[in-house]
């Protein structure tokens, strides 16, 4: 068996803001109808949270976000991945729905620094001034040319996910937009 590895080895980039890749984190993808009581009940027994409404994203021991108006994203430990897939198979069974781990399909980057914002703004198409892009809300979209979902961990750190294959070219975008000396000042 081969050991797991993250896309890019925890490469970093210190710039007005730093930006580091976040090593193996487990994501299962979650797909069905987000109203039914069975679905519901299934998220809150497997993961401790309730399914969030509309481009939300809870947290505690796993969080759990909205991604579509039938899919939920729920990001847990790396090796515990699995195990919420099946879990979930069991708390859904008979119901139609699918669970599938994509953690090794995917790369997560934490943007740390006061203009975290800015370097977000500069790279996707999608309002993240604090007044429109609050801690508890989640963004699916693209950073420039590839697709992309992020969220703020807190005012100064976001969390950026993008499919593995694409984990350089999102790594070298958010370390080119936050070159020292490249500030806008938006916010």
């Not at 699995?82 to 994509?102: C, E």
Request: charged share 20%; hydrophobic share 45%.
């Amino acid at each position: 068996m081969s050991n797991a590895v993250s896309a890019l080895n925890g490469a970093s980039s210190n710039g007005y803001v730093t930006v580091a890749e976040r090593g193996l984190v487990g994501m299962v993808t979650l797909r069905g109808d987000l109203a039914s009581k069975e679905l519901n009940d299934a998220v809150k027994s497997v993961t401790g949270q309730e399914v969030p409404a509309q481009r939300a994203i809870v947290h505690g021991d796993m969080s759990v976000a909205w991604m579509s108006p039938d899919e939920l994203l729920i990001v847990c430990d790396h090796a515990k991945a699995d195990q919420v897939v099946s879990d979930l198979g069991a708390a859904l069974k008979g119901v139609h729905h699918m669970a599938v781990n994509v953690s090794d399909a995917r790369a997560v980057f934490a943007i740390t620094g006061e203009k975290t914002r800015e370097v977000l703004a500069k790279m996707a198409p999608a309002d993240v001034h604090p007044d429109r892009f609050g801690m508890g809300e989640i963004r699916r979209t693209r950073l420039s040319q590839v697709p992309a979902a992020f969220w703020m961990v807190s005012e100064t750190e976001a969390t950026v996910v993008c499919f593995r294959s694409v984990a350089e070219y999102v790594f070298k975008l958010m370390s080119v937009n936050s070159v020292a000396g490249s500030e806008v000042d938006a916010f």
